[in-house]
């Protein structure tokens, strides 16, 4: 069984606005750094923010700006709010949870930005 499971992709127009949840069962968020990766077509997966269990927050410079990273440790939920959509956004979105040798994925969701 996958402990995180991604949603809240889809469909989303330049300049407006998605939100995705990854959500953990089996294991407690609040104990793992949290990353969000993505990757577009013929692309290498590139890591987009990450969230320590005290809240820290870290961006790359591609998203600085347009991408919030945020996590619900009572709801064992992390989040990313992506706005001000770019077509170069067009990825599967992935989370992650890293602890020590531990390192969990999710399945991914699609985030396509277009007209």
């Known amino acids: 069984q996958v402990p995180l499971v991604e949603s809240g992709g889809g469909l989303g127009q330049p300049g407006g606005s998605l939100s995705l949840s990854c959500a953990a069962s089996g294991i407690i968020l609040r104990d793992y750094y949290m990353n969000w990766y993505r990757q577009a077509p013929g692309n290498q997966r590139e890591w987009v923010a990450g969230?320590?269990?005290?809240?820290?927050?870290s961006y790359a410079d591609s998203v600085k700006g347009r991408f919030t990273i945020s996590r619900d440790n009572a709801r064992n939920t992390m989040y990313l709010q992506i706005d001000n959509l770019d077509p170069e956004d067009t990825a599967v979105y992935y989370c992650?949870?890293?602890?020590?040798?531990?390192?969990?994925w999710g399945q991914g969701t699609q985030v396509t930005v277009s007209i």
């Open positions: 969230i320590t269990g005290g809240g820290m927050k």
């Open positions: 992650q949870a890293a602890r020590g040798i531990h390192v969990y």
